[in-house]
């Protein structure tokens, strides 16, 4: 006999805040007075810890939450090897057979499923680069997701790391065991390590990009001089409340991408039956367009480190394992300044990506849904075209982009490639570097 219960309340309704202790409840009193594991749970509720980092890193690192749920989520079958689910997600960057290349690199759009495919979120993540190991908690992977279909009822866990995810095309409704949040393209979500999700799609075909950090967690970037406010403010982080459903004898699968392999498990009772949790590891998302821009109004191109939303820190200060930096709509003042982005060689490796409309670097060919890739110490920058425009424009302020959405997954580890992001995909565009080779000698020999 199949029983479903949908508790309706606190759905789409959400925790401000970033990095929060939350307490949440969708039922009166669910939670524990005063301690987190009493001999009975309120309502016969089963306790559960989940940890996002070890238990004795510093206080102002820790991060766990309390779950008070209908079962533990350790009554399922054993997990079994699925290569069916999605084969194309790679993780170990460090020993499979991928490709390294320096040269510059630029994806048109990536395709949606056909019409006749069906597939949901987690089958439609494909790899196209990254770097390290989860066994390591060391590195990352940078992914696209391109799928048409809900879940229903399969629900997915990242034993490997923390995903970032940036819808570029369609809304994800994604259920989670925190509660239910949809994140509309200009949004994005972040989806820790261990925390279970099934992902609805309400307007069909959708893309995205994620971005998989193993060994670290999304922090806000230090302000230095900025002070205490501005870029992405705290309180615009939203987090779901408690919503939860209950499900008896009805068949979920659980998959999990558990140190790059998939494997899947049986349960027969809904993943999402946590009636109220506490604490500071929950998954959230931010509305891009709260981003408060902060850039020279006077002179010169300032690095794009003052566009970083979130970065996942390494262990040496200022050097991140990955930042997600955007760049927003905004005004371009500056005089005397040659305003676009300059020629430059990154110790970094930058991942570049179009949410919408379009970047201000590029006069052509990179559009929405489609991505480039400038690696450690490749030279790139403004097309031929960009720097003829913009060496001779007006120097009056102007608007860049009321709808323009680019960003950019920066990292200190350098990437290599997938087959499939690199040949099998064919959206790789082969004259891309004759994107600068108009760009001739003007020297003059006299100032
Ligand atoms: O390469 C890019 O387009 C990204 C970028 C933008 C910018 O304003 C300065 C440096 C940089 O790498
Ligand atoms: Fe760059």
């Not at 309706?8 to 990095?19: A, D, I, M, R, T």
């Not at 039922?27 to 749970?41: H, S, V």
């Not at 890193?57 to 399922?76: D, E, M």
């Not at 499939?420 to 570097?433: A, P």
Request: proline share 6%; with cysteine; charged share 20%.
């Amino acid at each position: 006999m199949t029983t479903t219960i949908s508790n309706l309340k606190n759905v789409y309704e959400y925790h401000q805040g970033f990095g929060n202790h939350f307490a949440s409840e969708a039922l009166k009193d669910a939670l524990p007075k005063g301690q987190n594991t009493p001999q009975k749970c309120p309502y016969n509720l089963y306790a559960e810890q989940l940890s996002g980092t070890a238990f004795t890193v510093p206080r102002t690192h820790n991060q766990r939450t309390w779950l008070y749920r209908i079962r533990p989520s350790v009554v399922h079958t054993p997990f079994v090897r699925n290569t069916s689910v999605n084969d194309l997600l790679v993780s170990k960057f460090g020993c499979e057979d991928v490709l390294i290349t320096p040269t510059q690199i630029r994806w048109s759009p990536f395709d949606l499923p056909g019409a006749e495919d069906k597939i949901n979120f987690v089958q439609g993540l494909k790899s196209l680069a990254g770097a390290g190991d989860p066994a390591c908690r060391s590195g990352l992977g940078i992914h696209i997701y391109s799928a048409n279909t809900d879940m229903g009822k399969t629900a997915f866990y990242n034993s490997d790391g923390d995903f970032l995810i940036v819808p570029q095309q369609g809304t994800l409704d994604i259920f989670t065991e925190f509660g239910k949040m949809k994140v509309a393209p200009n949004e994005i979500a972040v989806i820790q390590r261990g925390v279970r999700y099934s992902v609805s799609l309400p307007d069909g075909n959708s893309r995205g990009y994620v971005l998989e950090v193993f060994g670290a967690h999304f922090e806000l970037p230090d302000l230095g001089p900025i002070g205490s406010n501005g870029l992405a403010n705290p309180r615009d982080f939203l987090t779901p409340k408690a919503a939860f459903e209950e499900e008896n004898d009805v068949e979920w699968q659980i998959v999990t991408k558990f140190n790059g392999q998939m494997f899947s498990a049986k349960q027969t009772h809904t993943p999402f039956d946590v009636v109220a949790w506490h604490g500071n590891y929950a998954p959230y998302k931010y509305d891009l367009a709260n981003f408060c821009v902060v850039n020279s109004v006077s002179f010169d191109h300032i690095d794009p480190s003052i566009f970083t939303v979130l970065t996942a820190k390494s262990d040496t200060p200022g050097v991140a394992v990955a930042d997600f930096v955007i760049f927003p709509p905004r005004w371009a003042v500056t005089e005397k300044t040659f305003r676009p982005p300059y020629f430059h060689r990154n110790c970094m490796s930058e991942f570049m990506g179009l949410i919408a409309g379009d970047y201000d670097g590029k006069s052509d060919g990179f559009s929405p849904g489609g991505g480039s890739l400038h690696s450690a110490m490749t030279p790139h920058g403004p097309d031929a075209a960009v720097f003829e425009a913009a060496s001779s424009a007006e120097l009056k302020p102007v608007y860049v982009g009321r709808n323009n959405q680019a960003f950019m997954f920066e990292t200190s580890f350098m990437l290599s490639l997938t087959h499939w992001g690199f040949e099998t995909c064919g959206k790789v565009q082969e004259n891309y570097y004759k994107a600068w080779q108009n760009l001739e000698n003007k020297f003059n020999g006299t100032l």
